[in-house]
Protein backbone atom coordinates (compact mmCIF):
# COMPACT_ATOMS: atom_id res chain seq x y z
CA UNK A 1 0.00 0.00 0.00
CA UNK A 2 1.34 3.69 -0.90
CA UNK A 3 4.65 2.69 -2.89
CA UNK A 4 7.18 5.66 -2.52
CA UNK A 5 8.77 5.24 -6.19
CA UNK A 6 10.60 8.24 -6.19
CA UNK A 7 10.90 11.64 -4.52
CA UNK A 8 9.18 14.65 -6.49
CA UNK A 9 11.59 16.88 -5.13
CA UNK A 10 15.32 17.43 -3.30
CA UNK A 11 15.60 16.46 0.02
CA UNK A 12 18.47 19.07 1.12
CA UNK A 13 20.74 17.64 3.42
CA UNK A 14 22.25 20.13 5.71
CA UNK A 15 25.77 19.49 7.20
CA UNK A 16 25.06 20.32 10.43
CA UNK A 17 22.15 17.59 10.60
CA UNK A 18 23.55 14.73 8.47
CA UNK A 19 24.23 12.37 11.45
CA UNK A 20 19.98 12.30 11.47
CA UNK A 21 20.41 11.52 7.57
CA UNK A 22 23.55 9.21 8.30
CA UNK A 23 21.30 7.24 11.01
CA UNK A 24 18.61 6.57 8.92
CA UNK A 25 20.82 4.94 6.32
CA UNK A 26 22.12 3.05 8.88
CA UNK A 27 17.83 1.73 10.05
CA UNK A 28 18.99 4.19 13.63
CA UNK A 29 16.67 6.76 14.56
CA UNK A 30 18.73 9.23 15.78
CA UNK A 31 18.80 12.96 17.07
CA UNK A 32 19.90 16.10 19.06
CA UNK A 33 19.93 16.13 22.80
CA UNK A 34 21.22 19.57 24.64
CA UNK A 35 23.86 18.56 27.38
CA UNK A 36 23.14 21.80 29.38
CA UNK A 37 19.37 20.90 29.99
CA UNK A 38 19.21 17.42 29.13
CA UNK A 39 16.55 18.36 26.49
CA UNK A 40 15.62 15.96 23.35
CA UNK A 41 14.83 17.63 20.14
CA UNK A 42 13.27 16.68 16.92
CA UNK A 43 13.54 17.39 14.41
CA UNK A 44 17.66 17.52 15.22
CA UNK A 45 18.27 20.94 15.86
CA UNK A 46 21.97 22.84 16.47
CA UNK A 47 21.04 25.18 18.85
CA UNK A 48 18.58 23.71 21.95
CA UNK A 49 15.15 25.75 21.84
CA UNK A 50 14.99 25.14 25.44
CA UNK A 51 17.78 27.18 26.72
CA UNK A 52 19.57 28.05 23.78
CA UNK A 53 22.33 25.72 24.45
CA UNK A 54 25.07 24.85 21.51
CA UNK A 55 26.89 21.79 23.48
CA UNK A 56 24.77 19.56 21.37
CA UNK A 57 25.53 16.16 21.50
CA UNK A 58 23.75 13.12 18.97
CA UNK A 59 21.92 10.21 20.63
CA UNK A 60 20.03 7.09 19.31
CA UNK A 61 16.69 6.02 20.68
CA UNK A 62 13.94 3.83 20.28
CA UNK A 63 12.23 2.69 17.37
CA UNK A 64 8.86 1.90 19.09
CA UNK A 65 5.81 4.10 19.83
CA UNK A 66 1.90 4.17 19.60
CA UNK A 67 -0.57 5.42 17.04
CA UNK A 68 -1.91 8.59 18.09
CA UNK A 69 -3.72 9.55 14.91
CA UNK A 70 -4.05 8.87 11.30
CA UNK A 71 -5.58 9.94 8.08
CA UNK A 72 -6.24 8.11 4.81
CA UNK A 73 -4.18 9.86 1.97
CA UNK A 74 -7.06 8.49 -1.13
CA UNK A 75 -5.19 11.17 -3.85
CA UNK A 76 -1.25 9.92 -3.45
CA UNK A 77 0.96 13.23 -4.16
CA UNK A 78 3.11 12.92 -7.27
CA UNK A 79 6.30 9.76 -6.57
CA UNK A 80 3.36 8.05 -4.85
CA UNK A 81 2.22 4.57 -6.48
CA UNK A 82 -1.18 4.20 -4.78
CA UNK A 83 -3.20 5.63 -1.65
CA UNK A 84 -1.60 5.18 1.52
CA UNK A 85 -2.45 6.09 5.31
CA UNK A 86 0.07 8.70 7.54
CA UNK A 87 -0.03 8.03 10.92
CA UNK A 88 0.96 10.27 13.97
CA UNK A 89 3.22 8.18 16.50
CA UNK A 90 4.42 9.13 19.95
CA UNK A 91 7.76 7.85 19.92
CA UNK A 92 8.38 6.35 23.17
CA UNK A 93 11.79 7.36 24.15
CA UNK A 94 11.33 11.00 22.48
CA UNK A 95 8.41 11.88 24.45
CA UNK A 96 6.85 13.54 21.11
CA UNK A 97 4.89 12.31 17.75
CA UNK A 98 6.56 12.57 14.58
CA UNK A 99 4.91 11.71 10.98
CA UNK A 100 5.69 9.31 8.63
CA UNK A 101 3.79 6.85 6.06
CA UNK A 102 2.09 3.49 7.59
CA UNK A 103 3.06 0.16 5.96
CA UNK A 104 1.38 -2.55 7.62
CA UNK A 105 -1.77 -5.04 5.21
CA UNK A 106 -3.60 -4.15 8.22
CA UNK A 107 -5.16 -0.66 8.86
CA UNK A 108 -4.01 1.90 11.70
CA UNK A 109 -5.97 2.29 15.06
CA UNK A 110 -5.20 4.85 17.41
CA UNK A 111 -3.46 3.30 20.46
CA UNK A 112 -1.95 0.32 18.41
CA UNK A 113 2.05 -0.14 19.12
CA UNK A 114 3.94 0.34 15.97
CA UNK A 115 7.34 -0.64 15.25
CA UNK A 116 9.78 1.79 12.62
CA UNK A 117 11.30 0.43 9.69
CA UNK A 118 13.06 1.60 6.42
CA UNK A 119 12.62 2.26 3.22
CA UNK A 120 15.21 3.26 0.79
CA UNK A 121 14.47 5.93 -1.73
CA UNK A 122 16.34 7.29 -4.33
CA UNK A 123 19.14 6.24 -2.00
CA UNK A 124 18.01 7.83 1.38
CA UNK A 125 16.42 5.23 3.97
CA UNK A 126 13.59 6.77 5.35
CA UNK A 127 11.14 6.06 8.60
CA UNK A 128 8.21 3.71 7.45
CA UNK A 129 5.83 2.15 10.56
CA UNK A 130 4.24 -0.93 10.95
CA UNK A 131 1.94 -3.13 13.53
CA UNK A 132 4.23 -4.07 16.44
CA UNK A 133 4.10 -8.28 16.41
CA UNK A 134 5.45 -10.28 19.30
CA UNK A 135 8.34 -11.38 16.51
CA UNK A 136 9.46 -7.34 16.21
CA UNK A 137 12.39 -6.19 17.85
CA UNK A 138 11.40 -3.20 19.27
CA UNK A 139 14.81 -1.83 20.45
Known amino acids: ?14 EKIKPFWDGLNEESFRTTKCEKCGSLHFPPRILCPQ ?7 WVDLGKSGTIE ?11 FENPYFLVMV ?21 GS ?3 MEFE ?13 SKETDNS
Not at 51 to 57: D, K, L, Q
Open 69 to 79: SFSFVEVPPEG
Open 51 to 57: CFGTEIS
Open 120 to 132: EVNGQKLPVFRQL
Open 113 to 115: SVV
Open 1 to 14: MGTLKEFPYFIEKA
Open 90 to 110: DMHDLGKPILARYIDENPPEI
